[in-house]
């Protein structure tokens, strides 16, 4: 969510900003959004008025009962009774009339941030413009992607190989979209979770493992409205929902809150489940355990001052890289084009591994910066050095995400003998195992 003020000062260049998300259905947002706050504003010079208006009768009726004490005369006392009741009739007239105002901005300001909520975060100016992700630019390669003289299987026939997958028990129990991993290839699952943790603790994140479910308002605090609809899963009869990533879970532990700047940055990993609906049909690259309605993840999350915002962003995902480079496993960096972005984020960058088997580059993480958007909608406070408080900024990114980035890990160390070499980062998780066989 932009500033309101900011949008008030600068309507055109919102607009543009709405056009080069290719959202031209919500510019005639802005203007109604400047209008309704016009409204609030007027509706709250009003009351003041009438607070006024109330206080000074109020005052009178003061000055009238000290009158009324020290008359005898009752012909006196009964003009100033009249009065005080005439005063009081219009103090009640008053308080009804501030009742129905009070009520009117409520509902004004419920319909300004309806508006709010859905008109997209201001871009970086870096990001590409383009409708959607077939417009995504390849920012880096990092690692020779290579495609072996061997064919590579598909990767739940190599799971197989080492009876480390059961798809058809999980369709039973829980239906499309789930698995059972075990033996070596479950071991290598958290053994990858494992490393990630001490990865990123050994980079000076502190490491975490938050609540897996979180309320409504936490929900519209961390994402939009669309986003949710096509994620999250809501617990039945409770204003509770599973989280989809535990950005959202960490991001709202500081809801309502004011940081001293002394504590920036705030630099989390976190461990959680994810569930995800994954809403509509996908191709046949996408089945076995590429898109699935649960894995685990780990997480980076950062809360910083502004400036130093773009600084973490490029650490972030820095990271990422550099952790998927020690598994011997090539990445690209991605820049996402304004139509590919969330509407909260400010810039955000894929980081894709090579598959040998589909000789192309898949998602295994994404990055982000959201600017304030999240801050501003939690109430996410710092209280600076000079006493003046701001909106933070945040950030979070993928270190790694299993059971996808398996299917990375085993094309990429698969052998022509059908062994899968494990990467000297990963040995002593693996019991000391050099490869699996």
């Known amino acids: 969510m932009i500033d309101i003020n900011f949008l008030k000062a600068n309507p055109d260049a919102v607009k543009e900003n709405i056009r080069k998300k290719f959202q031209d259905g919500k510019l005639h947002l802005v203007d109604e959004v400047i209008e309704l706050d016009d ?41 100033i009774q009249a009065q005080i009741e005439s005063n009081n009739a219009e103090v009640k007239s008053i308080q009804d009339e501030i009742a129905e105002d009070d009520a009117k901005q409520t509902e004004t300001e419920a319909e300004i941030q309806k508006r709010m909520y859905v008109i997209p975060n201001m871009i970086d100016p870096d990001v590409p413009i383009g409708p959607d992700d077939t417009h995504n630019v390849e920012w880096q390669r990092y690692g020779e992607p290579k495609v ?23 369709r039973r129990v829980a239906g499309n979209g789930f ?14 979770l494992t490393y990630a943790r001490d990865f990123m603790i050994d980079r000076g994140f502190t490491y975490c493992v938050p609540p897996f ?17 096509a994620m999250m899963y809501k617990i039945q009869d409770e ?46 690259e ?30 972030l995902w820095q990271n990422t890289v550099d952790f998927f480079r020690t598994l011997d496993i090539p990445v690209r960096t991605l820049v996402c084009c304004s139509g590919d ?74 052998r022509a003998d059908g062994s899968v070499a494990i990467p000297k980062a990963l040995q002593v998780y693996m019991g000391g195992k050099t490869e699996l066989r």
């Not at 698995?179 to 990858?192: E, F, K, N, P």
């Not at 308002?217 to 986003?227: D, L, P, Q, Y």
């Not at 998602?363 to 000079?386: F, T």
Request: charged residues 30%; contains cysteine.
């Open 239 to 284: 204003d509770l929902y599973l989280i989809g990533t535990s950005e959202h879970s960490m991001i709202g532990r500081f809801i309502d809150q004011t940081v001293s700047e002394d504590e920036l940055p705030i630099t989390l990993t976190s461990y959680s489940p994810c569930f995800r609906k994954e809403k509509g049909a996908h191709g046949i």
């Open 286 to 315: 996408e089945r076995g355990v590429y898109r699935i309605h649960q894995f685990e993840k780990q997480e980076m999350i950062v809360i910083c001052k502004p400036e130093e915002s773009n600084i973490w962003y490029d650490k």
């Open 179 to 192: 698995y059972y991993l075990q033996g070596d290839i479950a071991r290598l699952h958290s053994a990858v």
């Open 341 to 414: 972005l969330a509407d909260l984020k400010v810039k955000s960058l894929d980081v894709e591994a090579w598959s040998p088997r589909q000789k192309k580059y898949f998602e295994v993480g994404s990055c982000s910066n959201l600017g304030d958007a999240q801050a501003r909608r939690l109430k996410i406070r710092v209280n600076g050095k000079d006493g003046k408080k701001y909106f933070a900024h945040t950030l979070n990114n993928t270190v790694v995400a299993p059971p996808r980035m398996l299917i990375a890990f085993l094309e990429n160390n698969l």
């Open 213 to 229: 479910m979180i309320r409504s308002n936490i929900v519209s605090g961390v994402m939009s409205f669309a986003e949710m609809d």
């Open 148 to 170: 072996p003289d061997f064919e590579v299987p598909y990767h739940t026939d190599i799971m197989a190989r080492f009876n480390g997958i059961d798809l058809d028990s999980a």
């Open 39 to 79: 409204r609030r504003k007027e509706i709250i010079r009003t009351v003041e008025a009438l607070k006024a208006k109330r206080n000074k009768l109020s005052g009178e009726n003061g000055k009238l009962f000290g009158a009324l004490k020290k008359t005898s005369d009752e012909e006196e006392k009964a003009k």
